[in-house]
């Protein structure tokens, strides 16, 4: 997917997601094996997986 090109990329130091699907979890893994820092943004229900694999998890609410 085209999340995964800038997992590679030596220009980018962060990798910022705003999903719930646990699919998203490998870009997470790999990002984070290349040295990235990892963000997700999400709302409920929340997929373990991207919970569990990113640095750093941004809950946001809905309306």
Same mark, same amino acid.
């Given at each position: %997917?085209?999340?995964?090109?800038? !997992?590679? @990329?030596? &220009? /980018? #130091?962060?990798?910022?997601?705003?999903?719930? #699907?646990? =699919?998203?979890?490998?870009?997470?893994?790999?990002a984070? +094996? &290349?040295?990235? =820092?990892?963000? !997700?943004?999400? @709302?409920?229900?929340?997929?373990? %997986?991207? +919970?569990?694999? %990113? #640095? !750093?998890? /941004?809950?946001?609410? +809905?309306?």
């Amino acid at each position: %997917a085209e999340a995964m090109e800038y !997992v590679f @990329s030596p &220009h /980018i #130091d962060i990798i910022a997601l705003m999903t719930r #699907d646990a =699919d998203f979890q490998t870009v997470l893994a790999k990002a984070k +094996k &290349h040295g990235k =820092d990892t963000i !997700v943004v999400g @709302s409920e229900p929340f997929a373990a %997986a991207l +919970k569990n694999t %990113a #640095d !750093v998890i /941004i809950m946001i609410q +809905k309306r």
